[in-house]
């Protein structure tokens, strides 16, 4: 049939899709996302218009189909959704894509992604001339003696319509692929588009054919025979559990669909199924992990969707940074197919989004912690890195989750805030009223000092998780009247400042002279040597650093800024215990050789203890000790 109107789309850029493709070029594999949710958008219309009785033809299977021919070198998808009149296309197509060209002329040089030009300029279509350089449309409208109409389109502002071939209700888009997308014509290829982005559609999505075994009678001995047939290969799952009601899901549900998501992971803690729709849309299932060591590898593991099509893995905005360790996936048709990073970041609805999920997440805490504490208790050193997290990062999660948060000892009892405070106020109270909390970062190495505190009655919490530190200071920040001290930050009966002080049973002169012995055995800079009197049970030698030097220096080395104590030495204090029977045998020793000797031995002893003894140092110890024996 000849050609019944030609025309140019109304631009006032002589081309433009040059521009196009040049600032596309980086994700052109999203052109198939665009013209696969159009044809899914297509088939809900007519569905839609169905159920509203608009429309009382047969409706048939709804189904999208994606084919690739290679020796054409063209990819066609088809669907058979409302279709469009030659009216509509010039309506839909032509005008609407390009009512914004120039201000997109104006704009495209700022414009940092695909995703952004495309969302601002409504060219999802448009996105077929990133890999197309011929595009065609063939499509038969479902209105009542609708023609079947053609559109062709090589990449110039020139378009063509003109009577199509399409017998039956729905469009096809042809594409022409280009010499430069070539990779575009690769079976494998384009599995892995569909499968990124068409995973979860709610249309059926079809993608060439598979062969399946199919029940065939028995054979003469009365077994069951098998044939192979061809059967349409379906590549995604129309009603993930995100759509459905919690209701009307197992735990099994949810963990079949996790393993989906990530075939290769431990099975998640937990789960929180999201469902809001006012004052914005959203639906979603967040997992809690395992915690692993590896972080980074753990990020980016939330699929956004908007209607079932998948937009991106970085949710960066959309997900407080203390969650980002979450899996699964959040959808929600308020958030563009095209969305963009300035668009996320600007946009108030995802920082509604934002507090939402950080609200559920809460409450979906508290609900495990007053329903099963024991249960709770279990999962604590998994979920308590992101609960930490959470309190130091946001106040308002702070605000919740103090009630739930852990606090666990080196005996493994876990404390609620207030159940801590209650249970150690009594013993580990100061002079001037403030409780100090006792913590270790590393039992094993400071096992000694924590046996110490113990024999004390004071009780030493576990703070050995990446975020504690930052939750340490936390906790100071927050708790009234209260301090954290390390174990190891010096002897235990100063950890807390009582005023009640242990004699020492050495006269000053004696005091000096251990010290100089001790001063001499030692013989490195940044130790101070120290007497105090202790009780006399107590170890004879302590190495210790200043709690407050140690955080500087902790500072420092996380890049805090403090160049000053990052460039400082260790400073180390070695304190003597006057009151121990070794410090007497040292003073009565036979010679100043013999006294040097016992020291040395004595403050080794103390650095072994605390795993601080390396090297030639450990080395020159044991033959030492051999000796000895
Ligand atoms: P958007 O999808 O955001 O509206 P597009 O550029 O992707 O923008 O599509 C423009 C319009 O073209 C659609 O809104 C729709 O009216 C029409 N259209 C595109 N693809 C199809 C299709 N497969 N079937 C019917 N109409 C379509
Ligand atoms: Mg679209």
């Known amino acids: 049939m000849s050609i019944e109107e030609k025309g140019s789309i109304s631009i006032h850029t002589e081309n433009i899709f040059p521009i196009i493709k040049k600032f596309l070029y980086s994700d052109n594999e999203i052109f198939l996302r665009e013209l696969v949710s159009n044809a899914v958008d297509a088939v809900q219309k007519i569905k839609r218009l169905a159920a509203l009785g608009q429309y009382n033809g047969e409706l048939g299977n709804p189904l999208v189909e994606v084919a690739v021919d290679e020796a054409e070198k063209t990819i066609t998808i088809s669907d058979n959704g409302l279709g469009m009149t030659a009216e509509e296309i010039k309506k839909y197509i032509n005008q609407v ?67 199509g071939n399409r017998t039956s209700r729905g469009t096809t888009i042809i594409l022409h692929v280009n010499a430069e997308s070539e990779e575009f014509l690769s079976k494998h290829k384009l599995e892995e ?5 068409g995973k979860f559609l709610p249309v059926p999505i079809k993608f060439g054919t598979k062969t399946v075994q199919e029940p065939d009678g ?87 969707f908007s209607r079932q099509v998948f937009i991106t893995d970085e949710v960066k905005d959309i997900v407080p940074e203390f969650l980002m360790l979450l899996h699964g996936v959040i959808d929600s048709p308020d958030i563009p197919l095209n969305v963009s990073r300035s668009f996320l970041q600007a946009d108030s609805n995802v920082k509604k ?10 409450d979906k805490l508290s609900e495990l912690f007053n329903k099963d504490r024991k249960a709770y208790e279990e999962k604590w050193s998994d979920i308590g890195l992101f609960v930490k997290y959470g309190m130091v990062s946001e106040d308002k999660f702070n605000d919740k989750a103090k009630d ?106 004696q005091s000096k002279q251990v010290a100089a012995i001790f001063d001499k055995a030692i013989n490195k800079p940044g130790y ?22 140690r955080r500087m220096k902790d500072m420092a080395q996380m890049g805090g800024g403090m160049g000053f104590y990052g460039s400082m030495p260790d ?10 029977k070794l410090i007497g045998k040292i003073l009565k020793a036979e010679n100043t050789e013999e006294q040097g000797l016992l020291a040395k031995q004595a403050v080794d002893l103390a650095l072994l203890a605390q795993g601080m003894l390396t090297g030639a140092e450990l080395t020159a110890f044991v033959s030492r000790s051999v000796e000895l024996i």
């Open 97 to 163: 894509a390009f009512s914004g060209a120039s201000e997109f002329v104006e704009k495209f040089k700022d414009a940092k992604d695909a995703n952004e030009i495309i969302g601002k300029f409504g060219l999802g279509f448009y996105s077929a001339f990133m890999v197309a350089d011929l595009v065609e449309i063939q499509t038969l409208s479902y209105q009542e003696g609708a023609e079947p109409a053609k559109w062709v389109c090589d990449g110039s502002t020139e378009f063509e319509i003109s009577a």
């Open 193 to 197: 588009i569909l499968d990124k982005y």
């Open 218 to 304: 028995e054979d003469e001995e009365g077994k069951a025979k098998t044939k192979s047939v061809e059967v349409d290969n379906i590549i995604n799952t129309t009603n993930p559990i995100w759509t459905k009601a919690p209701a009307d899901l197992s735990d099994q549900d949810y963990l079949d669909f996790y393993k989906q998501l990530y075939p290769f992971s431990e099975d998640p803690l937990f789960w929180i199924h999201l469902n809001v729709d006012y004052p914005f849309n959203l639906t979603g299932v967040l997992y809690f992990p395992k915690v692993k060591n590896d972080f980074d590898m753990q990020r980016n593991k939330i699929k956004l």
């Open 353 to 362: 989004i934002n507090s939402y999920i950080t609200k559920k997440v809460a």
């Open 404 to 509: 739930f948060a852990l606090l666990t000892n080196t005996k493994n009892e876990h404390f609620t805030l207030e159940e801590y405070k209650e249970k150690v106020k009594d013993v580990q109270t100061d002079k001037n009223g403030q409780v100090i909390y006792i913590y270790s970062n590393d039992p094993a190495k400071q096992d000694s000092f924590i046996q110490s505190a113990n024999k004390l009655d004071y009780d030493v919490l576990l703070m050995n998780s990446a975020i504690d530190n930052h939750f340490v200071q936390h906790l100071e920040q927050k708790l009234e009247k209260t301090a954290l001290k390390r174990v190891d930050s010096s002897v235990a009966s100063k950890l807390i400042d009582k005023d009640e002080n242990v004699e020492s049973v050495l006269t000053e002169d």
């Open 528 to 549: 101070t040597v120290e007497i105090v009197g202790l009780n006399p049970e107590e170890l004879p030698v302590t190495v210790t650093m200043d709690e407050f030097m």
């Open 571 to 580: 400073s180390y204090k070695v304190a003597i215990n006057g009151n121990h």
